[in-house]
């Protein structure tokens, strides 16, 4: 069975999935039925669920570490742990999120990917660290 396709785009107001319609009957749609999601210009495949514990993570530790005042408090929050616990397959929304703003990124990638792309000059400069991280991953998908 092929699954339904999905497109995840991010835009400044947060993440909108736009997904292709239902069986108009429910009764034929099989259980197990998984839906796909790419994000944009990625082609990276990713389940739903992947998405949405992203997303709910993402929030909860937003709203958790708002008037945090340490780099420390900030990552080590636990959803920001489960974040980076789900793997590769996180990579592409994090890079999204980097893209639209979001900083704090490189320890959770780190952890992902293995790697660290950011120059030493290039710390405390969160554009900078974006378009590293960012550069890296466009490498990755050749």
Known sequence: MTPTTAVLDVDSSGVRIETVPPPLNWMEMPL????V???SGSGV????YLADRFMANLKSWR?????SSTYEEIVSHPAYHRIAALG???IPLIIEDMRSGGGFWTEALTRITGVDP???EAQGDNQRIA????T???TQQR
């Open 118 to 120: 950011v120059p030493a």
């Open 37 to 39: 999601i790419s994000v």
């Open 63 to 67: 709203d958790e570490t708002l008037f």
């Open 131 to 134: 378009d590293s991280w960012e």
């Open 32 to 35: 197990n039925r998984q839906i």
């Open 45 to 48: 495949p990713m389940t739903r």
């Open 136 to 138: 890296w991953y466009s």
């Open 88 to 90: 590769s397959g996180a």
